[in-house]
């Protein structure tokens, strides 16, 4: 059994329920065992297995007061993976399936991300089983006062510097800066994903979805296509989803679909920008389903209970969650024509989809690099802060296509073209695992 078997076998022990996590490693070992088995320095430090224990997850309870006067108990996390490369960083996320297994799959995951970004980040995730989509803004603003008042024991400007991510935006991100003043006394940027108006950065709400967008030319002009008028199937209606979906219709592309738990829209000539507008208008301030959609004159058609994965697309660009693509939906976009997967989400595809992707020669883009541009935005955030500026969204959202191209650059420098196509999986991964792996020995104990 070789040293990585080894070490998978010991995941599987010592993180028995975390199945989400034990994929994600999986998929990375993968693609960096002939890279390991070359450097002897790896095997000394124990590269593997300091790479596959997190540094520490604390646990914590969050109590709060609902509106009728009850007080609710919710379970919270701060998984802190590794800072060999610099503060812990990553988002924290509010929803009913948050579990320990989920923060740590991501975290290991923000590990490979924040390194392909040459910015000094190290990898952690947050969050809690707190739902705010039933909840008025004032139990909302009393969970997010009791979830900061443990959360600021661990976190700082050079310790941990969370940001937002699914169930929280920009409101709650208010709420939980807002506390975190209040306590210490220090106004930094121990927390990214600001708004704009109290020391935040522009472009950081459109971040991910913009970045997503502008990787995806990078892939394109890679592989000698383009762009424009590409057919793009994009699930979610989140941040990610619509934001990718504005800035693929802003470069004449034909975005024509776009989902919630409970369906999708398909629009057969392409979303125009007034349809954009008014999805973005129906979930961000409304707070609507897309089964609610109803802009006159649109040509449309709304499917109940049902993902986006059998309709025919050049592009499919799922944002919604992870493992959302399965086998049978890798069939059918393969059979549909789809000639690129990149990944909005974090681990959208699961393990068969992703080997049916790579096997049916489709160009297959891991969110590691697809979606780094919203933490590549908070590190900015970071810069602006410390240094006590604001630069102008034109500003941002050029150093944001820089970095971009940067990733790209990262990610395909350890891999050539095979039967004409990068494998996006593999670069990134050795990039990612390299420069950690290297860290971790230049220091000896981390």
């Known amino acids: 059994m070789s040293r990585i078997e080894k070490v998978l076998e010991s995941l599987k022990q010592n993180h028995s329920y975390d199945k989400n996590y034990q ?17 002897g320095d ?26 009728d006067g009850n007080y609710y108990v919710n379970r919270a996390w701060r998984v802190q993976f590794n800072n060999c490369l610099g503060a812990y960083k990553g988002g924290i996320r509010f929803h009913k399936s948050v579990n320990e297994d989920t923060l740590k799959f991501l975290a290991f995951e923000q590990c490979l ?4 970004t040459g ?36 976190i700082g400007p050079e310790r941990d ?3 937002g991510d699914i169930g929280v935006g920009s409101k709650e991100i208010g709420y939980l800066f807002g506390r975190y003043l209040k306590i210490k006394n220090k106004y930094n940027g121990a927390i990214t994903g600001k708004s704009p108006s109290y020391f935040g950065s522009c472009v950081r709400e459109e971040a991910t979805g913009f970045g997503c967008i502008y990787f995806l030319e990078e892939v394109l002009k890679e592989h000698n296509l383009e762009l424009k008028k590409k057919r793009i199937c994009i699930s979610g209606s989140g941040n990610v989803a619509l934001f990718s979906a504005q800035k693929a219709i802003e470069l004449n ?76 939906d890798a069939l059918n976009l393969s059979n549909n024509g789809c000639k690129v997967v990149i990944e909005g989400a974090n681990m959208p595809l699961d393990g068969e989809a992703v080997k049916i992707v790579i096997d049916n020669k489709m160009i297959y883009v891991p969110g590691k ?27 941002v959202d050029e150093k944001l296509k820089e970095v971009m ?31 950690l792996a290297d860290a971790i020995v230049s220091f000896g104990v981390v």
């Not at 933490?375 to 810069?383: D, G, K």
């Not at 050795?430 to 420069?435: A, P, T, V």
């Open 161 to 163: 510097v969370p940001a």
């Open 369 to 395: 690099i697809a979606n780094a541009g919203g933490v590549a935005i908070s590190n900015l955030e970071r810069t602006q802060n410390a240094q006590f500026l604001q630069w102008s969204f034109s500003e």
């Open 119 to 154: 910015f000094p980040m190290g990898g952690a995730k947050g969050g809690s089983d707190f739902d705010p989509k039933d909840k008025s803004d004032a139990e909302i603003l009393r969970f997010c006062h009791a979830f900061m008042d443990e959360l600021q024991r661990y």
């Open 113 to 116: 991300k924040n390194a392909l």
């Open 253 to 328: 592309t034909n975005v024509l679909t776009v989902s919630d738990s409970d369906g999708y829209l398909y629009f057969p000539d392409g979303m125009t920008e007034d349809e954009i507008e008014y999805i973005k208008a129906l979930k961000f301030k409304n707070k609507k389903r897309l089964s609610d959609f109803d802009l006159k004159g649109s040509k449309f058609k709304y499917h109940k209970n049902e993902n986006p994965w059998s309709e025919k697309c050049d592009i499919a660009i799922p944002c919604a969650t992870q493992n959302e693509i399965c086998a049978q």
């Open 42 to 67: 790896y095997k000394k430090f124990n590269v593997l297995e300091v790479l596959t224990e997190p540094d520490r997850v604390i646990r914590f309870r969050v109590q709060w007061l609902g509106d």
């Open 405 to 435: 191209s940067k990733i790209h650059k990262n990610a395909t420098s350890f891999v050539e073209k095979k039967n004409g196509i990068i494998s996006y999986k593999k670069g990134a991964n050795l990039y990612g695992f390299k420069k």
């Open 23 to 39: 994929q994600a490693v999986k998929e990375v070992f993968e693609d960096i065992s002939e890279l390991y088995s070359e450097n």
